[in-house]
């Protein structure tokens, strides 16, 4: 009789302890969670259901979800969500306590088949695959190589490659900024919506080599920044920047430019 209560303490023992040791733990993890857990912000949830919910990526973030704790942050913008409507995005604007961000988005060159080229591109793929060759086709190190890498990325069908350089259609595009994102050169631009002139170059060099690699690149005379009424337009690094607060759109830089490289978005005249 004794060896069996020997033997039943024996098992009985341990399973009581672990059972208690687990109990204990228990206890502490779920203190632990309560007192260490990281908080989501109520925003988060609400504006996930503002979002268009098509979780494309087109704004760089993991889904919905993740572009919208993006915003809660401030690591992104409301205009990065091309398919959200226009009164969601406000709504999104107002629970964030921000205005409404409303852009145009530009390709800052015109150089495209006036641009000379460096080699005969005979690869396979895009513009993002020429660039990994020698800087890419052109002899522009920072020109569009209009080999459609934004053509292949924006999901509204709203670029085109007219005349070697990338064109977009701003009736199509939606502003979800993947183009500018995608564009190995950085020459697709997002401007305010208030903006009516923009500079069509994105070269830093000297007149002299810009205009031996490209005859329609801004050659930094500054003729447009000195024959500004408004003060609107100073020159850093040999090429023209635009304070589109100041600008009234007299459209004398545009007159004044002899390179012809300030463009007016008006005209729709984003290449010849």
Do not use: W
């Not at 604007?93 to 961000?101: K, S």
């Not at 305010?192 to 500079?199: I, T």
């Amino acid at each position: 009789m004794l060896l069996e209560m020997s033997v039943a303490l024996q098992i009985i023992l341990p399973v009581v302890l672990l059972t208690a040791l687990a109990a204990v733990f228990a206890v502490l993890i779920a203190v632990c969670s309560e007192k260490f857990a990281v908080k989501r912000d109520e925003r988060v949830e609400e504006i996930t259901s503002l979002l268009a919910g098509a979780n494309c990526g087109g704004c760089g973030y993991p889904g919905c979800d993740g572009f919208a704790e993006a915003l809660v942050k401030g690591e992104a913008e409301v205009g990065n969500c091309g398919p959200t409507s226009k009164e969601n995005k406000a709504k999104i604007a107002g629970i964030l306590g921000v205005t409404p961000e409303e852009i145009v988005i530009v390709n800052a060159c015109r150089g495209g088949n006036k641009c000379k080229e460096k080699y005969d591109y005979q690869g396979y793929g895009d513009c993002a695959s020429a660039e990994l060759l020698a800087g890419g086709t052109k002899l522009c190190a920072t020109g569009c190589m209009g080999l459609g890498k934004c053509v292949s990325e924006c999901p509204e069908y709203a670029v085109n490659i007219v005349d070697g350089v990338a064109v977009v259609d701003r009736e199509k595009c939606v502003q979800c900024s993947r183009c500018v994102r995608f564009c190995p050169k950085h020459t697709l631009k997002r401007l305010p919506k208030s903006a009516v002139y923009y500079v069509a170059c994105s070269n830093p060099a000297r007149g002299k080599e810009v205009r031996d690699a490209c005859e329609a690149g801004c050659i930094g005379c500054g003729l447009c920044s000195k024959n500004c009424p408004e003060g609107a337009i100073r020159m850093e690094n040999n090429l023209p920047v635009f304070d589109y607060d100041k600008c009234v759109a007299c459209g004398v830089c545009a007159e004044k430019c002899p390179s012809k490289c300030i463009l007016s978005l008006k005209s729709e005249k984003t290449a010849e």
